[in-house]
Nanobody
Framework: QVQLVESGGGLVQAGGSLRLSCVLS????????MGWFRQAPGKEREFVAA????????YYADSVKGRFTLSRDRAKNTVYQQMNSLKPEDTAVYYC???????????????WGQGTQVTVSS
């Protein structure tokens, strides 16, 4: 069965950077598109970014375009999200899902990690 483990969250000041990692195990990494969603307290879980399984096309929410960058390392079964110029409104639990299609919507995501907390102080 697929397992996803996120890491790299933490507390950072506004304007700072973090890099989140998500390792997939249990299935072939290249079979899945990978994504990141986030959920702030009292809010719905929202799409942040995704990278497809085949040609590594990336998609970003408007709120993070130009600040977040997604990449994947096939040898390490890992997807990374580099987050720069962080803002207090980026504070949330970040979840890494895997999907057999695009991982751009919750319905496209078949498996989810447990999440990692990102807190951006002003």
């Amino acid at each position: 069965q697929v397992q996803l483990v996120e890491s790299g969250g933490g507390l950072v000041q506004a304007g700072g950077s973090l890099r989140l990692s998500c390792v997939l195990s249990g299935r072939t990494f290249s079979s899945y598109s990978m994504g990141w969603f986030r959920q702030a307290p009292g809010k719905e879980r929202e799409f942040v970014a995704a990278i497809t399984r085949n040609i590594f096309t990336t998609y970003y929410a408007d709120s993070v375009k130009g600040r977040f960058t997604l990449s994947r390392d096939r040898a390490k079964n890992t997807v990374y999200q580099q987050m720069n110029s962080l803002k207090p409104e980026d504070t949330a639990v970040y979840y890494c899902p895997a999907g057999s299609t695009t991982a751009r919507t919750r319905n496209d995501c078949d498996h989810w990690g447990q999440g990692t907390q990102v807190t951006v102080s002003s």
